[in-house]
């Protein structure tokens, strides 16, 4: 991944959250409080408009600019979390204008690592954990297996959405659904969802 | 949706704009967006920082002037303030005596005050949270992110304001706050949901004889669905939750809230058998405020929190207040 991989990978992101925003302030609507859609095409335009200045050097400095961003202007849950995830992705990389995907595998383990501190979500509590684990544990497992970043990518995202799909059936025990129990079965993540896009913006862009 | 409002994206600016206007009192931080009293900030005295989504007024903003908060941070609707507000409304009111912040139990005001208070560690500003968690609608809080924080922030902010006033230090602030909290139990009831600006439309939909039992204050739907029942009976049940969940050994101050769309009628009618039901079960009302304060925008329903209350939270809530929204001995 170079720094324009890593902008293009953002402004992807913010083009997906953009034209699936009125389907995750639904998905949000139902088990929490429909702004989930309206927060993080509030928050990615602003990570947009910061790139539109000098790009930062590093792949590293894209992603912490992106994160503070996010953290700066998202507010509510999504933004802390989303923020500090893009900030310790980009923390736990080296400093230069390209990183492996073996180098990208650590800065998403720090990514994951980050959300699980700040929201204290373990896997199964219907969350953005539930997309953001199985994605990583694909990525991982194609980038141990000698693929490239096209086909890594490609797989966390396919995992991702598998997850996103299983909070479904689970009970939200963290955030605003938790307060619905039982009455959060049968409605998608929408925080879950919103990190299946992410990483389907990820693969998107990596395959070129 | 029909609102009195010129485009949805601009309504929280554009409310901060008449707020300014209406009480020049107040300063308000149109670029920072956060909302301070005049002559802030007070050297030597322990400041008050609260805030949270927008959508509740008069609660936060409402609530700063002498004897209760310094600064209220308003965010998006319904969206909590983010660190930046937080720490440049902090920065504003630190007299040197540290801040507290006053935080709701929500997961996004959490993350957000967290964050925040960590800038305020690397600048040297102490801060103490008081997080305030009396809604007791939330039963099982081992599996969900924990009771919410509803009606008791206003006896909250009263209190630890009135602490403040008189040169408490910080640890004493705090812990008056962090008290009224732990004595705190509070129940609501939704007859329709509000419309926020940006969704225009109703958080939820109720069928004309329904409604939702331990709403919260965001639209986000409650414990439970149940037929619509005379008043008699909601506070009968209501009171047995909030009962149940503490102790209220002796005196209490009362809070009949409502919600954004319920008349003043409805909330005395309301005031009138809690009342009774306390007389009942042998709790003495040493103090009640009837009205609205903690609000969800034009959601239709009530909250009622009860604090078991000391002599010295009686005084502190006795004392002078002047604020927008609640001014009594000013």
């Given at each position: 991944m170079d720094v324009a991989l890593a902008c293009a990978w953002l402004r992807a992101t913010a083009g997906a959250v953009t034209a699936e925003a009125d389907r995750l302030t639904r998905l949000d609507a139902a088990i929490g409080d429909g702004d989930h859609g309206v927060n993080l095409t509030r928050g990615f335009a602003a990570v947009i408009s910061g790139l539109d200045g000098t790009p930062p050097a590093t792949v590293a400095e894209v992603l912490v600019k992106a994160g503070s961003t996010l953290i700066s202007k998202v507010g509510g849950a999504s933004g802390p979390l989303y923020g500090s995830a893009l900030r310790a992705l980009g923390k736990a990389?080296?400093?230069?204008?390209t990183v492996t995907p073996e180098e990208l595998l650590t800065g998403l383990h720090a990514g994951l690592d980050a959300v699980r501190a700040l929201g204290g979500a373990a896997p199964g509590d219907k969350t953005i954990v539930d997309a953001y684990a199985p994605a990583l544990e694909a990525f991982a497992a194609a980038v141990a297996a000698g693929s490239g970043l096209a086909q890594a990518t490609a797989a966390a995202a396919r995992a991702a959405e598998e997850g996103a799909a299983a909070t479904t059936a689970m009970t939200a025990r963290k955030g605003r659904a938790s307060y619905l129990g039982e009455r959060s079965v049968g409605h998608q993540d929408p925080g879950a969802t919103s990190t299946a896009l992410i990483f389907r913006a990820l693969a998107g862009v990596a395959e070129g | 949706m029909k609102k009195f409002i010129n485009d949805p994206a601009d309504v929280v600016a554009e409310a901060l704009t008449g707020l300014a206007a209406a009480h020049p009192e107040l300063r308000v931080?149109?670029?920072?967006r956060f909302i301070t009293r005049a002559g802030a900030p007070r050297a030597g005295r322990v400041a008050l920082v609260s805030g949270g989504g927008s959508g509740h007024e008069p609660l936060h903003g409402g609530f700063v002037g002498p004897g209760m908060l310094d600064a209220a941070c308003p965010g998006e609707i319904f969206t909590s303030p983010v660190p930046d507000q937080i720490i440049a409304a902090t920065r504003a009111v630190d007299g040197g005596a540290g801040v507290v912040h006053v935080v709701k139990n929500y997961t996004g005001d959490v993350m957000n005050f967290q964050l925040a208070a960590e800038l305020a560690a690397d600048e040297g500003i102490a801060v103490e949270t008081v997080l305030v968690d009396d809604?007791?609608?939330?039963?099982?809080s081992t599996w969900t992110a924990g009771r919410r924080g509803t009606g008791a922030t206003l006896l909250v902010e009263k209190i630890a304001g009135a602490r403040a006033a008189e040169g408490a230090d910080l640890a004493a602030v705090a812990a008056v706050g962090r008290a009224v909290n732990a004595a705190s139990a509070s129940f609501a009831y939704a007859l329709s949901a509000g419309t926020t600006p940006a969704a225009g439309r109703p958080g939820f939909d109720l069928p004309d004889d329904e409604i939702e039992a331990g709403?919260?204050?965001?639209?986000?739907?409650?414990?439970r669905r149940e037929k619509l029942r005379p008043a008699r009976a909601l506070v009968h049940d209501a009171l047995d939750a909030i009962l149940d969940a503490k102790e209220f050994p002796d005196r209490v101050i009362v809070l009949v809230n409502g919600l954004g769309a319920t008349p003043l009628i409805e909330l005395y009618l309301v005031y009138g058998e809690v009342a009774a039901v306390l007389a009942d079960r042998g709790v003495t009302i040493a103090r009640r405020l009837v009205g609205n304060y903690v609000t969800s925008l034009d959601m239709a329903g009530l909250s009622i929190t009860l604090t078991a209350v000391d002599d010295e939270m009686l005084r502190l809530w006795d004392a002078p207040v002047n604020t927008p929204g609640l001014r009594w001995g000013a």
């Open positions: 990389l080296p400093s230069g204008t | 931080d149109l670029t920072e809604d007791v609608a939330v039963r099982d709403v919260g204050i965001h639209g986000e739907p409650g414990r």
